[in-house]
């Protein structure tokens, strides 16, 4: 009786072209599975970014309100009027100096 050597690889070989449904399905179930990780972590990533902008979202819609605020402050009519009393020493004029323009 002789001996062979059959090398790791040659038997390999043959389980392989033997069994070759299975190592298809074996890679397709491991393909699946590293797609899922994928998405996993992109769709993680995507949720940061949202909660990032949402918070970036609410800082602007903040400082909106307190610039709109701070707009009707500056244009209030009361404020302009003290303003130009103050500063320009202007006033309103009386009912006898003033001079209405008729345009026909």
């Known amino acids: 009786m002789t001996l062979q050597r059959v090398s790791l690889v040659d038997i390999m070989l ?10 298809l399905l074996f890679l397709a179930v491991m393909g699946t599975a ?15 970014e949202v909660e990032a ?6 800082r602007l819609d903040v400082e909106w309100r307190h610039l709109v ?3 009707s402050a500056l244009t209030e009519h009361n404020r302009i009027e003290t303003l130009v009393n103050k500063k320009l020493n202007m ?6 100096s003033e001079i209405v323009v008729k345009i026909e």
């Open 14 to 23: 043959t389980d392989l072209t033997r069994n070759f449904t299975r190592v």
């Open 34 to 48: 590293y797609s899922v990780v994928l998405s996993a972590q992109y769709n993680r990533q995507l949720s940061i």
């Open 53 to 58: 902008l949402m918070q970036e979202q609410d």
């Open 69 to 71: 605020l701070e707009q």
């Open 91 to 96: 006033k309103r004029p009386d009912a006898d």
